[in-house]
């Protein structure tokens, strides 16, 4: 047996080896992923056609907004792609976060009960809910009462549980389509399906609402169309194509987005005002490549999950598993591992290479955060990124990725590194 190459540029052969074989079992995996665009891409072309998108509808008014042509086109649009009543897509919302805090606060009312049904939700929405901090008008300030249901060990909901917790008056039902910073499968749609006729059996008028970030076009429906009552999430990932400077959406029943949309504007405006900013054209060309990009993000995923599975790392989901959302997750097991990959991800970036993500407090977060993603669009979760709390067990979130190459370059520095600090041993060529 050779012995190993110590060197740089030896770790980094062994590095790119193991991507490249692992990527090559995978051809099959991946023609699967790219074959599912065509179904996808139809769905958007059919909602184009069918609203008669032309280039008149680029263009927005300046000031209130009212009676925007390109807006009301857009939000069409975004319903049929969404399989919803309506929607309304608004620059205003400046996160996934913002879009489904108007909703949550668009709904409910004081003495109303929200019920969380995937467990404890994502960071960002603890404090907008209640659960964290005080002081800044939180739903339970405003009376709202919270309950929620841990998942059964098997990452599915305990149905039995949320039968019995809704014996009592519900207004509204939470579920969050993605893993978020859990240690879970994501909620699958047809899941999503079973579970609004559930709810809508014991209380038809409870609304079931879905986080649906990281979720859209990932498989062939969407929450509106199973049964869910409304769905929120960003442009800045997977419906913005990768171009979409920011904003999000609102979509579902048509009294529920308007209700949304009073908490972005204010009542008696709704969805009435709001300039698109000229950033149409943008929106919809973003719309237009979502199903490619969620495609490649998708391959991306696979590879990561793939490669650290070689290495001997738990991975969610495995790779070739069932997807209903982007997100990758590494157990590391190490902070320091974390932080390695995060610089490893960012040196590669195209944009901010030069820049070290440091751990550091972020608004919304609970704990400390190291995030690599020098993207195009801030923030953007479409394009190639990865970030982590600080806190046991130390898992990796690596989510987009516009084409696969792009996560094999980052991917090759990232196992490099690890055993450039002796925290990976690179097989060598025969042993993978």
Not at 4 to 13: H, I, M, T, Y
Not at 107 to 133: A, F, K, Q
Not at 210 to 227: M, T, W
Not at 293 to 300: D, N, T
């Amino acid at each position: 047996m050779n012995k190993q190459d110590d060197s740089a540029a030896g770790r980094l052969d062994r590095a790119e080896a193991l991507v490249t074989a692992v990527t090559q079992r995978q051809q099959g995996l991946a023609a699967c992923r790219t074959s599912a665009v065509r179904q996808r891409l139809e769905r958007v072309l059919e909602a184009l056609a069918a609203e008669r998108v032309g280039t008149q509808h680029f263009a927005s008014l300046t000031g209130y907004g009212h009676g925007d042509q390109g807006r009301e086109v857009v939000d069409r649009v975004f319903a049929r792609v969404l399989g919803a009543e309506a929607a309304a897509v608004r620059m205003q919302f400046v996160s996934g976060t913002h879009a489904i805090a108007a909703s949550l606060f668009g709904v409910l009312r004081p003495g109303d009960r929200l019920l969380s049904i995937t467990g404890r939700p994502y960071d960002t929405l603890e404090e907008v809910i209640g659960l964290r901090s005080s002081g800044q008008g939180s739903l339970v300030e405003f009376g709202v009462a919270y309950d929620e249901i841990d998942l059964l060990s098997d990452g599915c909901v305990n149905e039995a549980a949320l039968s019995q917790a809704l014996q009592q008056p519900c207004r509204m039902v939470l579920i969050q389509r993605s893993c978020g910073y859990s240690w879970r499968p994501s909620i699958d749609v047809e899941e999503i399906g079973r579970l609004s006729a559930l709810i809508h059996s014991h209380q038809p008028d409870c609304v079931v609402f879905v986080d649906n970030c990281y979720g859209e076009l990932v498989q062939e429906q969407e929450p509106p169309a199973v049964g869910a009552d409304l769905i929120a999430g960003s442009l800045i990932k997977n419906l913005g194509g990768t171009i979409a400077p920011a904003g999000g959406y609102v979509a579902g029943r048509a009294a529920l987005v308007e209700q949304a949309c009073c908490r972005l504007t204010a009542p008696g405006i709704g969805s009435e005002g709001g300039t698109g900013f000229d950033l149409h054209r943008l929106v919809l060309q973003g719309l237009f490549l979502a199903p490619q990009m969620v495609a490649e993000a998708l391959i991306g995923a696979d590879l990561v999950a793939g490669v650290f599975q070689q290495l001997g790392f738990q991975v969610n989901p495995a790779p070739g598993a069932g997807r209903s959302d982007l997100i990758q997750a590494v157990r590391l097991g190490s902070p320091d591992a974390l932080k390695l990959v995060c610089r490893a991800f960012q040196a590669c970036s195209p944009v901010g290479a030069y820049l070290d993500p440091v751990p550091a407090a972020m608004p919304g977060y609970a704990s400390d955060l190291v995030m690599a993603g020098g993207t195009f669009v801030d923030g953007s979760t479409s394009e190639f990124s990865a970030d982590a709390p600080l806190r046991e067990p130390f898992n990796l979130y690596v989510q987009g990725g516009t084409h696969r190459a792009h996560v094999q370059l980052a991917l090759t520095q990232a196992l490099a590194d690890l055993a450039a600090a002796g925290l990976i041993d690179l097989p060598q060529d025969g042993d993978i």
